[in-house]
């Protein structure tokens, strides 16, 4: 079994913040996270950078890739280690998939903090897309 990867938008200062709690709950280290605009991160998960701009993409430990609150209740349960997220995910899908959305197409409004392509230039060279704004 792989480590599982979170593929997050490494221009999006909210995205960051967000990251920046998910970190603190995974405690053992069980989640990787990666931005898609790190050369091949996209295709090394079976996604497009289109596909990672619209949306979080997760490759669990068995391979199986999800993406947007399907991804969030993943990354979540894995790090705190249930399988309680993605039940309840299961049960609430539509609405989950909608608040995500909205935040989604948002995020650029949000709180956030520097963004990783603005302190690691270098890690984002083939990265393209709009650049979240920061405000925190």
């Not at 898609?36 to 068995?62: K, M, N």
């Not at 349960?77 to 539509?94: C, K």
């Not at 935040?103 to 650029?108: L, Q, S, T």
Request: net charge positive.
């Amino acid at each position: 079994m792989e480590q599982p990867v979170l593929v997050f938008d490494g221009q999006c200062g909210f995205c960051m913040r967000a990251l920046g709690w998910l970190h603190r709950l995974d405690r053992k280290h069980r989640i990787e996270t990666v931005p898609y605009q790190r050369p091949g991160v996209p295709e090394s998960i079976g996604a497009t950078p289109s596909e990672c701009e619209q949306s979080l993409q997760w490759r669990g430990p068995d391979s199986a890739r999800l993406e947007g609150a399907a991804a969030v209740n993943a990354a979540f349960g894995t790090a705190v280690g249930t399988s309680l997220p993605l039940a309840l995910y299961r049960r609430s899908a539509g609405l989950q998939e909608r608040l995500y959305r909205l935040v989604a197409d948002n995020r650029r409004r949000l709180p956030g903090v520097s963004p990783w392509c603005a302190r690691h230039p270098e890690d984002c060279a083939g990265g393209s897309g709009p650049s979240c704004g920061v405000r925190t």
